[in-house]
């Protein structure tokens, strides 16, 4: 028995099945397999419209794969929320500051959360005094640290395929929310990279580093955004860094971020 019984000539060639001759368990084996496959392709093309957006398929793509990663349409950042706050709500106010205490606690000096799946580091700042008179006897100065968190994101591992990120290049949608905690003219950075192959190569990258206006007082949620499109073949990364400032004077007084997102479309804009 061959293969020819169950699919017609045109299908072999079309979906690369070769034709030998194999026991009836094999050959049904192979049809079941060959179905399968083409139906998982035909969910994925029905889930995100990969057809009509002129989305290259090809059949060497394991599309079960794909489709159980859902890699559109998804946060591919882990633990978007570290510091348990949405934007949708607005963000916490600060407790007055009471009187410092001299006991054995020691004091806050970095932000408090869950940070699972982020990579922190902490830079210390040096001390401002360019508008201190000589002579002057300071009691306090406040101390200046950026918070950083950083996640790596492997693309290919998160069902996407050469195919896609080398020919269409879809869009990458970069967002973000930090806190106006007005601590300083600078509070906050956005350092976001689209890597090659071997992590270090960049080959594209956006950088934010706003300035805030302290002439009057303002506590909200400020949102940061980038589409990353027709940024070139070999994409296989995207390096996420935020960085937050924090001041320490007497007490402890951070900036807050949250519901961070990187998301891949299945699009692209028109250059």
Request: hydrophobic share 35%.
């Amino acid at each position: 028995m061959t293969l020819g019984n169950y699919f017609p000539w045109d299908y072999m060639a079309t979906h690369n099945i070769i034709c030998r001759n194999v026991g009836v368990g094999g050959v049904e084996r192979l049809v079941e397999a060959s179905l399968m496959a083409d139906e998982w392709k035909k969910k994925c093309d029905l889930e995100w419209h990969l057809g009509s957006n002129h989305v290259p398929m090809p059949d060497s793509v394991d599309w079960k794969t794909v489709y159980g990663k859902k890699p559109f349409e998804r946060n591919l950042l882990k633990n978007p929320r570290p510091h348990d706050v949405t934007h949708e709500a607005p963000p916490p106010e600060r407790e007055i500051p009471g009187v410092p205490t001299r006991d054995d606690v020691p004091p806050q000096l970095e932000p408090t959360g869950d940070f699972a799946g982020w990579t922190t580091s902490t830079e210390v700042l040096p001390y401002d005094t360019n508008n201190i008179p000589p002579g002057a006897v300071v009691c306090y100065l406040p101390q200046y640290r950026w918070f950083s968190m950083s996640q790596q994101i492997d693309l290919k591992a998160e069902g996407l395929w050469d195919e896609l990120l080398d020919k269409f290049q879809p869009d990458i949608v970069i967002e973000d929310w930090y806190e106006e905690s007005q601590l300083d003219g600078s509070i906050y950075e956005l350092h976001v990279k689209l890597l090659a192959a071997d992590q270090q190569t960049v080959l594209k990258e956006h950088q934010c580093m706003p300035m805030e206006n302290l002439e009057k007082y303002s506590h909200n949620w400020k949102r940061v955004s980038h589409t990353f499109s027709g940024y070139g073949p070999s994409v296989r990364y995207i390096h996420f860094q935020h960085k937050v400032k924090s001041k320490f004077m007497v007490e402890f007084f951070g900036t807050l971020v949250t519901d961070s997102s990187v998301v891949i479309k299945a699009i692209r804009s028109t250059s």
